[in-house]
């Protein structure tokens, strides 16, 4: 199992969770699109289009649910042909973070509804505090995105 961390409390669970609940894919971000953890893809053109969908899926789903039913949704499952994908909020002290996992046949809704529960209680038991939690964007964020632009598209 390939499983990449950037916030070494998210790997035991997100690797038992992915087990468990016999997914494809899986990442668990930041709402600002920020990546705690991934499995299973193979570029990470594709972990970074992943979380922007998740983030947006986030962000627009809970606006909604706010205006239909005062309350943000707080996840999405989807059906396709061969695959499925479940898009659900963990709930933290600090930030709620998002969860994205793409499933097929080897598994069921249910299967990951589950082991998502156990998994929400794992992450919230680990999760650092609003406190110990790192800013989402630096402070020269906007700087070195404008610096990295330039080179990337051949202006320096």
């Known amino acids: ?16 969770f992915v087990l468990d609940a016999r997914l494809e894919l899986g990442v668990l971000l930041h709402p600002t ?13 594709d972990v970074m289009t992943a979380c922007a969908l998740a983030a947006a899926a986030h962000a627009s789903s809970a606006e909604l649910g706010r205006q239909l039913e005062g309350q ?11 695959r499925q994908f479940f898009r659900a909020t963990v709930v933290t002290q600090a930030t709620p973070l998002i969860l994205f996992a793409v499933f097929d046949e080897e598994s069921s809704l249910g299967v990951v509804q589950l ?8 992450v919230a038991a680990l999760a650092p505090s609003a ?25 320096v």
């Open 1 to 16: 199992m390939k499983l990449s961390v950037a916030a070494s409390w998210v790997e035991m669970p997100l690797r038992k």
């Open 72 to 82: 943000p949704f707080r996840g999405v499952h989807y059906v396709g042909s061969t």
């Open 33 to 45: 699109g920020q990546v705690l953890g991934q499995f299973g893809f193979a570029r990470s053109v």
């Open 115 to 122: 082991f998502f529960q156990q998994f929400c209680r794992e």
């Open 131 to 155: 406190e110990a939690e790192p800013a989402a964007l630096a402070e020269d964020f906007e700087s070195e995105l404008n610096r990295n632009l330039a080179v990337m598209f051949g202006r």
